[in-house]
């Protein structure tokens, strides 16, 4: 990896993207939607229905930021030319995608305060976290892991500029596969064999630890198991990502649709 | 094959597009082309839409594999996918067109990105980047975003974005395209200016004026094969026998035209304000035609004669129409 690379791009993303502001749709506008629904439906404005409701707000503002600026990004460079401007610097794909998708994450965890304290200024209900600081740093693993399936969403760029309709596919399902809007064990079995291959259900549910005194996990995994299945599940995303960016790159040299949009 | 002598070593290059790639599908978009760029030159890939020119580029700027044959760029094989990084740092594009830049970052902030993804040393951008800036006259425009920048200022800055990694070879993709005059002439300057300081410039234009300017030597390009090659009098003495022939009178030759024409030659009179006839015949041999048809007008008093040579526009015409 080019850490040289990996920061340029972090910078110039974020750049770019506070520049744009319609990230404030997908990333508060649409999440505090959900929450506010979530809370309607439930009738019940106490205290775990609200971190119930924020916390799948939340998750769902990570995951929609992580895919809106996965996608938006490379179409984006594909739009104005500057994916090929990209593509013939030495630097590879997947180190300036890093740097972005980085900026992603990050970009995440703020809309999720931010989607927790709007909730909180509203509905004023006082919800407290068992653990603050393991909260906060499970949350930060999570947009991790969601940022490395940012990195493999953004391969279906890399490969055609297609890809934005199989971001629009994986958006919901995701969120609902990952346990984010209900329990995983609500889910028909078949899923559920598909939620355990995914970081963010296990990082979903190690936040569960986190927010809940004495929460009764729905994978039947420990924290720390938890952990450890997010980690190393995303340490996986990334690897496949890496194999099928460096595919994507010689796939379009070959077929000449760099410069396609 | 190395040939340190040669930036470029072309031989039989080809490309044709996949079954799946719409509108150009099975299409032959470079068929079987080879020339040889000398090192410091500048070189014109020269045709009309469609050519190959763009293709032909993309393929020795490591953008697009080729189908078949060689291309030897600074002594590495583009087809190697283990070269085309090594390469990448010792080459630059820029395409005609105000695309490929970030237009909600400024100029200098482009520039830093591009410095950051060649890998330039941070303690020596900020220098790099003024002088760049300097070069291409955007200092003062430096730091507004690219998106407020003029058409003409926006290809000034991609050109310094192309030179950020001081490349061996550039190339330069209609670099003039829709500029006005001046700007134009600037970037002509500035090419020559590169060429001098020994870098390679490949160009493709579609101006006759701007490659007889820069161009050392040149290909034509017709259906993605060579029609034409050389130096720009190579280019012009190839066609040598098609000449213009101008014949001014005192009176209307109009029944000598009419019956030149009915012989398949191509001839118009037309009337010039102080009264006297301009007639302009191409002929395919000059040398033979000429006294022959010097006698059919001596009727109408002749005032003068005289021969126009091909310019590369003609031969440029000429080489592409017989190449369809």
């Given at each position: 990896?080019?850490?040289?690379?990996?920061?340029a791009?972090?910078?110039q993303?974020?750049?770019?993207?506070?520049?744009?502001?319609?990230?404030?749709?997908?990333?508060?506008?649409?999440?505090?939607?959900?929450?506010?629904?979530?809370?309607?439906?439930?009738?019940?404005?106490?205290?775990?229905?609200?971190?119930?409701?924020?916390?799948?707000?939340?998750?769902?503002?990570?995951?929609?930021?992580?895919?809106?600026?996965?996608?938006?990004?490379?179409?984006?460079?594909?739009?104005n030319g500057t994916?090929e401007s990209m593509?013939l610097s030495?630097?590879?794909?997947?180190?300036?995608?890093?740097?972005?998708?980085?900026?992603?994450?990050?970009?995440?965890?703020?809309?999720?305060?931010?989607?927790?304290?709007?909730?909180?200024?509203?509905?004023?209900?006082?919800?407290?976290?068992?653990?603050?600081?393991?909260?906060?740093?499970?949350?930060?693993?999570?947009?991790?892991?969601?940022?490395?399936?940012?990195?493999?969403?953004?391969?279906?760029?890399?490969?055609?500029?297609?890809?934005?309709?199989?971001?629009?596919?994986?958006?919901?399902?995701?969120?609902?596969?990952?346990?984010?809007?209900?329990?995983?064990?609500?889910?028909?079995?078949?899923?559920?064999?598909?939620?355990?291959?995914?970081?963010?259900?296990?990082?979903?549910?190690?936040?569960?630890?986190?927010?809940?005194?004495?929460?009764?996990?729905?994978?039947?995994?420990?924290?720390?198991?938890?952990?450890?299945?997010?980690?190393?599940?995303?340490?996986?995303?990334?690897?496949?990502?890496?194999?099928?960016?460096?595919?994507?790159?010689?796939?379009?040299?070959?077929?000449?649709?760099?410069?396609?949009? | 094959?190395?040939?340190?002598?040669?930036?470029?070593?072309?031989?039989?290059?080809?490309?044709?597009?996949?079954?799946?790639?719409?509108?150009?599908?099975?299409?032959?978009?470079?068929?079987?082309?080879?020339?040889?760029?000398?090192?410091?030159?500048?070189?014109?890939?020269?045709?009309?839409?469609?050519?190959?020119?763009?293709?032909?580029?993309?393929?020795?700027?490591?953008?697009?594999?080729?189908?078949?044959?060689?291309?030897?760029?600074?002594?590495?094989?583009?087809?190697?996918?283990?070269?085309?990084?090594?390469?990448?740092k010792?080459i630059n594009v820029v395409s005609g067109g105000e695309r490929g830049l970030y237009y909600?970052l400024s100029g200098r902030q482009n520039l830093e990105f591009f410095a950051d993804l060649y890998g330039i040393?941070?303690?020596d951008q900020k220098a790099l980047i003024e002088s760049l800036l300097s070069l291409v006259e955007l200092i003062e425009a430096a730091d507004i975003k690219v998106e407020n920048y003029s058409r003409g200022m926006k290809q000034r800055i991609h050109i310094a974005r192309s030179l950020i990694n001081s490349p061996e070879i550039l190339f330069l993709d209609e670099p003039t395209?829709?500029l006005?005059?001046?700007i134009s002439r600037g970037i002509r300057s500035l090419i020559k200016k590169l060429s001098?300081g020994?870098t390679?410039v490949?160009l493709?234009?579609?101006?006759?004026?701007?490659?007889?300017?820069?161009?050392?030597?040149?290909?034509?390009?017709?259906?993605?094969?060579?029609?034409?090659?050389?130096?720009?009098?190579?280019?012009?003495?190839?066609?040598?026998?098609?000449?213009?022939?101008?014949?001014?009178?005192?009176?209307?030759?109009?029944?000598?035209?009419?019956?030149?024409?009915?012989?398949?030659?191509?001839?118009?009179?037309?009337?010039?304000?102080?009264?006297?006839?301009?007639?302009?015949?191409?002929?395919?041999?000059?040398?033979?035609?000429?006294?022959?048809?010097?006698?059919?007008?001596?009727?109408?008093?002749?005032?003068?004669?005289?021969?126009?040579?091909?310019?590369?526009?003609?031969?440029?015409?000429?080489?592409?129409?017989?190449?369809?």
């Amino acid at each position: 990896m080019n850490p040289r690379a990996v920061t340029a791009s972090f910078k110039q993303q974020a750049i770019q993207f506070m520049a744009d502001p319609q990230w404030i749709i997908p990333s508060i506008v649409s999440p505090f939607l959900f929450t506010m629904v979530m809370l309607y439906i439930h009738q019940d404005v106490t205290g775990p229905v609200v971190l119930q409701a924020v916390l799948g707000g939340g998750v769902l503002g990570m995951w929609a930021n992580t895919i809106f600026a996965s996608s938006f990004t490379i179409s984006y460079d594909r739009m104005n030319g500057t994916f090929e401007s990209m593509l013939l610097s030495p630097t590879k794909i997947f180190d300036i995608l890093i740097g972005r998708s980085i900026w992603n994450a990050f970009i995440g965890l703020v809309n999720a305060l931010l989607v927790f304290a709007i909730a909180e200024m509203i509905f004023r209900t006082g919800v407290s976290l068992a653990n603050p600081i393991g909260f906060f740093f499970i949350l930060a693993l999570t947009l991790m892991s969601l940022a490395s399936f940012g990195m493999l969403i953004s391969t279906a760029f890399v490969f055609s500029r297609m890809g934005r309709f199989f971001s629009s596919v994986a958006e919901y399902p995701i969120y609902v596969i990952s346990g984010a809007l209900v329990p995983i064990s609500a889910l028909p079995v078949g899923l559920q064999h598909i939620s355990y291959l995914l970081a963010p259900s296990w990082g979903v549910d190690a936040m569960r630890y986190a927010a809940f005194e004495g929460y009764g996990s729905m994978m039947g995994t420990s924290l720390l198991t938890d952990i450890i299945m997010m980690v190393m599940l995303s340490i996986a995303v990334l690897i496949i990502a890496y194999f099928i960016m460096n595919k994507a790159e010689r796939a379009i040299l070959s077929a000449g649709s760099a410069t396609r949009y | 094959m190395t040939c340190p002598e040669y930036a470029i070593v072309a031989e039989g290059l080809t490309r044709t597009y996949g079954p799946f790639i719409p509108g150009s599908a099975g299409k032959v978009a470079v068929d079987g082309i080879s020339f040889k760029v000398r090192k410091g030159e500048i070189y014109g890939i020269l045709g009309p839409n469609g050519a190959g020119k763009t293709t032909t580029i993309k393929m020795l700027s490591t953008m697009l594999t080729p189908t078949s044959g060689l291309a030897e760029v600074l002594g590495m094989d583009v087809r190697d996918g283990k070269n085309i990084r090594a390469l990448r740092k010792r080459i630059n594009v820029v395409s005609g067109g105000e695309r490929g830049l970030y237009y909600r970052l400024s100029g200098r902030q482009n520039l830093e990105f591009f410095a950051d993804l060649y890998g330039i040393p941070k303690k020596d951008q900020k220098a790099l980047i003024e002088s760049l800036l300097s070069l291409v006259e955007l200092i003062e425009a430096a730091d507004i975003k690219v998106e407020n920048y003029s058409r003409g200022m926006k290809q000034r800055i991609h050109i310094a974005r192309s030179l950020i990694n001081s490349p061996e070879i550039l190339f330069l993709d209609e670099p003039t395209i829709g500029l006005d005059p001046e700007i134009s002439r600037g970037i002509r300057s500035l090419i020559k200016k590169l060429s001098d300081g020994g870098t390679t410039v490949i160009l493709t234009t579609h101006y006759m004026f701007e490659a007889e300017e820069l161009c050392d030597n040149m290909v034509i390009l017709s259906r993605g094969r060579i029609v034409g090659k050389g130096t720009v009098d190579d280019i012009k003495s190839s066609i040598s026998r098609v000449s213009s022939l101008k014949i001014i009178t005192e009176e209307d030759p109009s029944d000598v035209t009419a019956s030149l024409c009915r012989e398949n030659l191509d001839a118009v009179t037309s009337r010039l304000l102080n009264e006297r006839y301009l007639t302009k015949i191409t002929l395919n041999n000059a040398d033979r035609a000429f006294t022959a048809i010097e006698d059919l007008f001596r009727p109408y008093a002749i005032s003068s004669v005289g021969v126009e040579e091909p310019t590369l526009e003609d031969a440029y015409l000429t080489l592409v129409n017989e190449g369809l």
